[in-house]
């Protein structure tokens, strides 16, 4: 594929707000987890909260938009002067030819979690300001964002489980590449809510500490929220040089929520975003793992990454820093490779202390320096879905 320029970056994360906060944790070595705050979910886990969501509901026009999810959308795309980039491409291209493409796996759920509780003990019936289509609709973060920037090309949300807004990127590029639009505002936005928190729960996987990928005794994940946004311009200046260069996408369906033990569809997605970028494996500088922090997933990936890269490239996994930010995971991990590539340093794998002496991975611990010219991104879901992002210089 031709590299695709990316010409503006935003976050928000439990990291902080903007990329400039990501990247000045990722260097001081301070995590974003915290003990679980979160409403009154009473799980004993650690979370990557975005703090003042409460206090900051939506106001004006888009105020029937209101939800976490929305909120958070918002304060994503008021980061890193994203919101005046997008209205300068917009200015070049046409409003009608900028999509958006929005990863989420839940959306506005929370909505409707509380909504639930406010039934009607009689009848059942939820409450009547409940708006589907603006809430906890799982376009309803996408339009949200398209209205938010006065866009009118292209709109769609992927969900996908935890490679959601990995393949928004993707879509993306096929949207450009098939001349539907010229650009593109491609992101990930996740917030917290009972249904994952409770369903991991269930599933066993929450840690009772700060996850640790990779770790040797690494027991579960840690849920995160975020919002993170990417501008893709055909032919636009690239912001410090950076452009997608390939994505890769693959779907093992080996289970429904494990992934097949030596990660043959890691594997496919990694060596299919290779060949779409021309890249061969040794031209790549940096891997950021999916790296959950369970002990299957990371065993499959280790499996899979030691199968098309060998032990000689620098990884690590970001989720120790944000949490697993599930459908937002994608965007947001795209977004601190790209932070790695434009400020030169390798992010560290935080909390993790012992690198499962099993794996032949070379994982590293502490985020240091480290010129870079090609970086790849994991995103790896439920029912095998998977997706690689590769970025570098345009």
Known sequence: MTPLPITALALASA??????????????????????????????????????????????????????????????????GFEAAVARAAARHGAQRIGVFIGTSSSGILEAELAFRQRDPATGALPAALGFRETYNLFSVSSFVQLRLGLNGPCCTVSSACASSAKAFAAAQRAIAAGLCDAAVVGGVETLCFTTLQGFAALELLSRLPCRPFDAERDGISIGEAAAFALLEKDGQAGAGLALLGCGESADAFHMSTPHPEGLGAARAMRAALRAAGLQPQEVDYLNLHGTGTRNNDTAENAAVSTVFGERLACSATKGWTGHTLGAAGAVEAVLSLLALRDGFVPGTANTRRADPQFGIRLALETAPQALRNAMSNSFGFGGSNCSLLFGRA
Do not use: Y
């Open 15 to 80: 990291l902080g707000h903007g990329t400039g906060a990501a990247a000045k944790a990722m260097r001081q070595g301070r995590a974003g987890l915290r003990r679980n705050d979160f409403l009154d979910s009473a799980l004993d886990t650690w979370i990557g909260r975005v703090p003042g969501l409460e206090e900051a509901p939506l106001r004006g026009e888009l105020a029937h938009f209101d939800c976490r999810s929305n909120r958070l959308a918002q304060l994503g795309l008021q980061q890193d």
